[in-house]
């Protein structure tokens, strides 16, 4: 009836686990999404948790996404994810006790304040603080990728979407671009929305060029 | 078979209707609502599917379908079962004719609000079978194989499932070609002994039938090779995994691999059918294992019951579970516990803290409380409960405002700080009437979304209505199910609900009740607002206010818009009282004023209406 571990050969399979956070409204589903259905079309097994919690909008998001192994629970272990996707500065702490020590962690440094941070009462980490603690859980051979928002690039006359952007710069960067080629990707952003496919296209080349452009500081 | 990426809740709705479902019925709960949310997306021809009005109807909507011979399916999240469980045992009790199956989804690790309560109890307590699969695959199989035991035994079927797996996607093999089955005439039994309560010898007299079905479910379930055994090295290590778990053993045993775990030496059963209890494949197990680790997330039922077995064989061996204190029983389990597990059976030196990350980072992470949406109308009661109690010359400490389940919760947090109470659906109205005659003097005021009023808290008004308890109803009404993902209810405008059904309205039904105190406001009317709650909360007897407008969120997809609000930048002076009072997550505080998020802003003006130096104003309101 099962199909689990009554006689099933071990052999190790590449894996690979990403843990993302941020803020309800910044997409980071959508980049978790973008990556699970790259996966799935390519025959990598998939499984992908999305935790939305109360909040519509506004509220701490997370997703697990892992790669590459046929039964699985979707919940990564803590010390467990080969890479963190943060969209919000403050949120990337909650990611921090996942990741693995020599794992990649990517930070778009975009803030968004509670209201009682914006009216002065309450604290909200600093950026080196953020970082620190990162780089810290990530102990030797480990990198941080930090995306400031200033440098996202523009696409006629607005920045390009953010999430479309780190998804590529995490593309390039890591080595989950050796599970799932960059092409697959792209593929999945071209064909999920049949709008904006333009600009969606060049927010995604443009990550892969980040480092180069200096978008990108590790 | 084609395979296709999917939520557990996806699986199961296509699992149902692979299976024959003809009717399905629900109330929308996280993590349960995505399978009749499915459903009403694909429309399948001859299948009624519904949103109930609450999860106790629905429960009997699907079964009344099941008594008439077919095959129904209803759905809810574990506190749902606390509502549809009067019924519910009933119809236990009685049988069922055609394949009823419940689909229950629990919450371990709590993700969504409410009680982390393991619906395996609610199994027990009824004698139902219940299904207890892993992975979405797993799901879409056995919810198959559910409604086929159902209608073997002639019992309902319980399929619980949990966060991790009917939220999440994963790949899952779906029958490319499902079998077309013969549509199938209703039939009608009358027949008292079965479909009644009424006498000692009947009820009786069912009690031993559903004993008796019990039984039978578990020699299917035993035939079927639903719970996998495999028996290791004589004397060695025999694990026992429940449900979600069951997902996380592998990888744990290859964690576990690295520090002495032999998986040739170990034993398992994998429990897909939690209740009936296993008795025959524990004993065997216990007769083979020295030591018997226990693998469930919540409430240790497989490990109680196995207790038991080793007392009945006079096992000397080792449990590993809950009740040694190993596990806890509040959270998700995941591999960190596996390999825990596997430790504390086998003495296996396993480093501590392989799975323990520095949680010191979090502590620094910016607190977010979740608030209403930019452009609720929500926003505006609970600043207008606010400002009417402080008007009418109360402190907000002084006086009690009931809340309820839904979106209308929201009103806890800052900046309203408004309701203070959270129990169950429709619980707003029987509390305030218990403040009333505990002896409070200042007013009383309950607070309740549409949605609920329907489900639940039409019972506490009337019982308000007729003990005459003076008490002010607060009905917060967006026309939506909108926590859940908003879901169509009875009161959801006409163009939105299926075809046929009718709109109910609350406007119509509270006066319908002989309440002559009632008045309808616009929320994003904050004067207006406040002084009808004001006014409201110092007359005697039973008084509602029916806050309408619609959820934003539904009426932007629309492409609607309350109005446009624009900043006058030279009149601002950052004085914060904007921010202070609505929260609204559309203002920013720029260098020299306020900034407001266009795209966030939906131009309910209520930040206008805050605003005492002319820095907001609102322009061309459309609703």
Redesign the interface.
Do not use: H
């Given at each position: 009836m099962t199909d689990t571990l009554q006689n099933r050969e071990h052999k190790t399979p590449i894996t690979y686990d990403i843990y993302l956070v941020g803020v309800g409204g910044q997409g980071i589903l959508t980049i978790g999404e973008l990556i699970a259905e790259a996966a799935f079309r390519k025959g990598i097994p998939v499984s992908f948790y999305p935790t939305k919690g109360m909040a519509q909008r506004g509220g701490f998001v997370k997703a697990q996404l892992r790669l590459g192994r046929a039964t699985i629970g979707p919940a990564i272990p803590e010390k467990g994810a080969d890479m963190v996707i943060a969209t919000e500065v403050s949120e990337a702490l909650k990611a921090v006790r996942y990741i693995k020590p020599g794992g990649d962690f990517v930070l778009f440094g975009h803030v968004w304040a509670p209201t009682a941070v914006m009216l002065g009462k309450a604290p909200y980490p600093t950026l080196d603080q953020v970082l620190g603690a990162a780089r810290n859980a990530l102990s030797a051979g480990g990198r941080v990728h930090y995306i400031a928002e200033e440098s996202l690039p523009v696409f006629e006359g607005s920045p390009v979407p953010d999430n479309i952007f780190t998804l590529a710069v995490a593309l390039n960067q890591t080595r989950l671009g050796e599970l799932l080629p960059a092409a697959d990707v792209e593929q999945a952003v071209r064909t999920r929305w049949k709008r904006g496919i333009e600009r969606n296209a060049f927010a995604f080349e443009a990550g892969l060029k980040a480092q180069a452009s200096g978008a990108v500081a590790t | 078979m084609g395979?296709k990426?999917m939520t557990g809740n996806d699986a199961l709705a296509l699992g149902a209707l692979h299976a024959g479902v003809k009717v399905v019925a629900g109330y929308p709960g996280?993590p349960s609502t995505g399978a009749i949310a499915t459903l009403l997306t694909m429309n399948p021809p001859g299948v009624h599917v519904e949103w109930s009005v609450n999860e106790k109807v629905a429960f009997e909507v699907a079964a009344g379908a099941a008594w008439a011979g077919q095959r129904a399916m209803c759905t809810m999240k574990m506190a749902g079962v606390n509502v549809a469980f009067d019924s519910l045992i009933s119809i236990a009790y009685s049988g069922i004719v055609g394949g009823l199956v419940i689909y229950v989804a629990d919450d371990p690790g709590v993700?969504?609000?409410m009680a982390e309560q393991d619906s395996r109890g609610f199994a027990i307590m009824s004698d139902l079978p219940m299904l207890d699969p892993?992975?979405p695959?797993?799901i879409y199989?056995l919810t198959q194989v559910a409604f086929d035991l159902s209608e073997k035994t002639g019992s309902p079927v319980f399929v619980r499932l949990v966060?991790?797996?009917c939220?999440?996607?994963?790949?899952v093999n779906v029958n490319d070609d499902p079998p077309v089955r013969p549509e199938r005439k209703p039939v009608l039994l009358h027949d008292i002994n079965k479909f009644t309560k009424a006498g000692s010898a009947i009820c009786m007299t069912q009690h031993r039938d559903l004993i008796a079905r019990l039984q039978k479910a578990g020699q299917w379930i035993a035939e079927?090779?639903?719970n996998?055994l495999?028996l290791g090295k004589a004397g060695g290590l025999g694990i026992v995994v429940g449900g979600?778990?069951?997902?996380?053993?592998?990888?744990g045993?290859?964690i576990a691999s690295g520090f002495g775990f032999n998986?040739s030496d170990t034993s398992?059963l994998?429990l897909?059918a939690v209740h009936p209890f296993p008795t025959e494949q524990v004993q065997t197990l216990l007769h083979h294992c020295k030591t018997i680790l226990v693998l469930e997330e919540l409430e240790p039922y497989i490990e109680r019951g196995i207790y038991v077995e080793a007392h009945r064989s006079g096992y000397r061996g080792r449990i590993v579970g809950k009740l040694d204190g190993v596990f806890e029983r509040v959270g998700?389990y995941?591999?960190?516990h596996v390999v825990k597990g596997i430790g504390a059976a086998l003495d296996l030196q396993i480093p501590a803290d392989?799975?323990?990350?520095?949680?010191?980072?979090?502590k620094?992470?910016?607190?977010?409380?979740?608030?209403v949406?930019?452009g609720c109308p929500h926003r505006g009661t609970f600043m207008a409960i606010n400002a009417a109690i402080k008007k009418a010359g109360f402190k907000k400490d002084d006086v009690m405002v009931t809340g309820d389940i839904g979106c209308t919760i929201l009103g806890m947090n800052?900046?309203f700080n408004t309701v203070s109470t959270e129990v169950s659906m429709g619980a707003s109205l029987g509390l305030a009437q218990g403040y009333v005659h505990g002896g409070v003097k200042t007013p009383v005021i309950a607070t309740i979304g549409d949605s609920t009023f329907y489900h639940a808290g039409i019972p506490g008004l009337l019982n308000a209505i007729q003990h005459q308890t003076p008490l002010t109803l607060v009905i917060l009404d967006n026309g939506w199910t909108?926590?859940t993902g908003m879901q169509v209810n009875p009161g959801t405008c006409e163009q939105f609900q299926q075809s046929g059904d009718a709109r109910l309205d609350i406007a119509k039904i509270v006066p319908a009740l002989g309440i002559d105190q009632f008045w309808i406001v616009n929320p994003f009317d904050l004067d207006e607002t406040t002084k009808v709650i004001q006014n409201a909360i110092k007359l005697p007897g039973v008084k509602v206010v029916l806050a309408r407008e619609e959820c934003t969120?539904p009426a932007r997809r629309r492409g609607l818009e309350a109005g446009e609000v624009r900043v006058v930048a030279e009149n601002c002076n950052l004085c914060?009282l904007c921010?202070?009072i609505t929260?609204c997550?559309a203002i920013?505080?720029g260098e020299d004023s306020i900034v407001i998020d266009n795209d966030?802003c939906y131009g309910c003006g209520l930040c206008a209406a805050t605003c005492n130096l002319d820095a907001i104003l609102v322009e061309g309101a459309t609703v």
């Open positions: - | 395979k990426l996280t993700s969504a609000g892993s992975s695959d797993e199989r966060t991790a797996n939220s999440s996607y994963a790949v079927a090779g639903l996998p495999r979600m778990v069951d997902s996380y053993l592998e990888e045993f290859e998986l398992l994998q897909k998700e995941g591999v960190s392989l799975f323990q990350g520095k949680s010191d980072a979090e620094l992470a910016a607190a977010r409380p979740i608030t949406c930019a800052p900046p909108a926590m969120m914060k921010v202070i929260g997550p920013t505080l966030l």
